[in-house]
C-alpha cells in the first residue's frame, strides 16, 4: 500500500512506543516522517533506523509542552518540505501511579498537565495553522481509555487524558467544513516503555478490566491509527476511537 506516497507527517513521540509504531507505518506506505522528540539521542536513533530500513525520516527534537520549541520544529518541517499532510500527537507521560489524590504531588500534576495537555493543545494548534491554508488535512491526537472511563490512583493521566477527549470533539467540529480531520484513539493497556515503570499491581488492574485478557500491541495501534490520518479516513472527526480489547462500552 502506498496511501502515504508524497505526504509529509509530523508525529510527537516519535521516537519510541506508538508514535514511533505509526510513523514506521506511515513512512513504510511512502510517507516522510518528521518527528518530534524532546529525547534527542533516542530520536536520533530512531531516525537512523529508519534511514537504515529505507525509510524517508527527519529528526526535531522538541519538548511538546514548551510552545517556542514546538512552534519552532513545525517551522522547520514547513521550511524543509513545504506542508504538513497528516499530524499524530503521540508524546505523552504517565506520571504518578497508584497514588491517591491526597498524596498525589501537586508539582506532578502541573508537569503532567503540561504535558499531556498543554502539549496537545500546543500540537494541533500549529498542525492547525498549516493545514487550514491548503485545505486538507489528518490529525489524530492519542487520549487513553484512562480519559474515558478513569483510573482511580491516576488522577492526573486519567484528568488530562480526559481534557485530550474534549479537545478532539471541540476542534473537531471547529474544522468540520475546512477538509481537515481532528479524531483521538482511547487504547487499553499496550506493550510499551510506558507502563515499563508501572506498579505491578495497577497494572494487573488495568489488564483485568481488558475483556479479550492480554495487552494490546504497537501494530495493533499503528494499524489503526495510519487509517485514521490517512486519505481513506474522510468521514469521520472529533471522533475518539476505541482500541481496547472489548473494555470500553462507548
Ligand atoms: N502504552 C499504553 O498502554 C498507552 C495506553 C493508552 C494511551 N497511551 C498514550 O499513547 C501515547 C504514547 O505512549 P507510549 O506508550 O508510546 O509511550 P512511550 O513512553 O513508549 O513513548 C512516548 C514518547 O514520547 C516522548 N515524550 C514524552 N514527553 C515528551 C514531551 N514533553 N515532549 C516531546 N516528547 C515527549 C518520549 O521521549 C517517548 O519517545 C501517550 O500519549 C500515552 O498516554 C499509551
New binding site residues.
Partial sequence: MERFKGQVAVI??????????IARRIASEGGHVAL????AS??QATTNEFRQEGLSASAHV????LEDQVQKAYQQVLKTYGKIDAMV??????GPTSTRITEYPTAAFDEIY???LR?TFLMAKFALQAMEPAGYGRILL?????GKEGNPGMAG?SAT?GGVIGLVKGIGKEFAQSGITVNG???????????ADTHPDQLAYMTAKIPMGR??T?EEVAAMGAWIVSPECTFSTGFVFDLSGGRATY
Fill in positions: 510527537s513521540g516519535g521516537a519510541d512506543g506508538l508514535g514511533k509504531g518530534f522528540d524532546r529525547n533516542l530520536l522538541a519538548d511538546v509542552a500527537h503521540a508524546a505523552g507521560i504517565v503540561a504535558v499531556n502539549g492519542i487520549a487513553s481509555i484512562a493521566y487524558k484513539l482511547a487504547p487499553a493497556v499496550i506493550k510499551t516503555a510506558m507502563n495487552l494490546g504497537v
